[in-house]
């Protein structure tokens, strides 16, 4: 048997609980590879071999359980809500109730596999300077790519938009890069602001699945703002509007009082002749 004694499935509830109460990746951090062993020959690698069916039984591919899990193949999942969705899974689904011969640590290996997608640590950077004209401390984001991955992970892009766009800057350590297994990169972006206008744009890191030339996005929420001060909101001209009338305005009033005093004077001469 794999571990010397075996934890219950109570106890990987309440480790799954303790998990949602925590930052991500505050966890003891699961074995990706075991976890792949054991996504794909679950009895084998975990000893149980009262088990009848592995995970691919279920799901066929990982894939299929990130679906489930975060919503497509590719989303950024963290350990503690895969781990989570597991046992919640085990708890409610009769085909998995087998599963409850699994301890802590295997759970706890397979929610790292099923969260072995493309990662941003940081999901909000909130910036504070002290002036106009004045940058705030730079901030990181690093990018993390899958331990196990079936493709290379390529950078394709990295952009920021938005309100306040121009008040942001980054540096370009990671553009176009081809990561290797578990390879992180770090770049930095500072808020260096021109104006008080709000700043809130989105950096966006667009990513490529480098087999099936899948493209799908990392996204960083931005926000400035200058201490002290109020932010503005920049507002769009607006255009002047001019009224209408059947009249033609001015000029349609002066066209209709020549009209008038021309039909007077017709008619005097009517009544002379």
């Given at each position: 048997m794999h571990h010397a004694l075996r934890s219950t499935f109570a106890s990987a509830t309440l480790l799954a609980l303790a998990a949602a109460a925590s930052p991500a990746w505050a966890q003891?951090?699961?074995?990706?590879?075991?976890?792949?062993?054991?996504?794909?020959?679950?009895?084998?690698?975990?000893?149980?071999?009262?088990?009848?069916?592995?995970?691919?039984?279920?799901?066929?591919?990982?894939?299929?359980?990130?679906?489930?899990?975060?919503?497509?193949?590719?989303?950024?999942i963290e350990p503690d809500?895969?781990?989570?969705?597991i046992v919640?899974?085990?708890?409610?689904?009769?085909?998995?109730?087998q599963f409850n011969a699994l301890d802590a640590d295997d759970v706890r290996d397979l929610a790292a596999y099923i969260a072995d997608t493309a990662h941003v640590d940081k999901t909000t950077l909130t910036f504070t300077s002290s002036g106009v004209n004045t940058a705030a401390a730079a901030q990181t984001v690093t990018l993390k790519s899958p331990t196990a991955p079936f493709a290379p992970l390529i950078v394709r892009n990295i952009a920021i938009a938005g309100t306040g766009v121009g008040n942001f800057t980054r540096t370009f350590t990671c553009d176009s890069k081809t990561f290797t297994a578990g390879e992180s990169c770090t770049f930095?972006?500072?808020?260096?602001?021109?104006?008080?206008?709000?700043?809130?744009?989105?950096?966006?890191?667009?990513?490529?699945?480098g087999t099936t030339g899948t493209d799908y996005n990392r996204r960083v929420q931005l926000q400035g703002s200058i201490s002290g001060t109020t932010p503005t909101t920049p507002t769009t001209p607006t255009t002047p509007t001019t009224s209408s009338d059947s009249g033609g305005g001015a000029a349609g009033f002066g066209?209709?009082?020549?009209?008038?005093?021309?039909?007077?004077?017709?008619?005097?001469?009517?009544?002379?002749?």
């Amino acid at each position: 048997m794999h571990h010397a004694l075996r934890s219950t499935f109570a106890s990987a509830t309440l480790l799954a609980l303790a998990a949602a109460a925590s930052p991500a990746w505050a966890q003891a951090a699961g074995d990706v590879a075991r976890g792949k062993l054991l996504f794909e020959d679950t009895a084998a690698t975990s000893g149980v071999s009262t088990l009848t069916s592995s995970c691919t039984g279920c799901h066929q591919t990982v894939q299929n359980r990130r679906i489930a899990v975060g919503g497509s193949a590719t989303a950024q999942i963290e350990p503690d809500t895969a781990y989570t969705d597991i046992v919640r899974a085990i708890g409610s689904v009769s085909q998995m109730t087998q599963f409850n011969a699994l301890d802590a640590d295997d759970v706890r290996d397979l929610a790292a596999y099923i969260a072995d997608t493309a990662h941003v640590d940081k999901t909000t950077l909130t910036f504070t300077s002290s002036g106009v004209n004045t940058a705030a401390a730079a901030q990181t984001v690093t990018l993390k790519s899958p331990t196990a991955p079936f493709a290379p992970l390529i950078v394709r892009n990295i952009a920021i938009a938005g309100t306040g766009v121009g008040n942001f800057t980054r540096t370009f350590t990671c553009d176009s890069k081809t990561f290797t297994a578990g390879e992180s990169c770090t770049f930095s972006v500072t808020y260096d602001p021109r104006d008080n206008v709000n700043s809130n744009p989105v950096l966006t890191v667009t990513l490529r699945d480098g087999t099936t030339g899948t493209d799908y996005n990392r996204r960083v929420q931005l926000q400035g703002s200058i201490s002290g001060t109020t932010p503005t909101t920049p507002t769009t001209p607006t255009t002047p509007t001019t009224s209408s009338d059947s009249g033609g305005g001015a000029a349609g009033f002066g066209l209709l009082a020549l009209l008038a005093a021309a039909t007077g004077v017709l008619g005097v001469r009517r009544r002379r002749a």
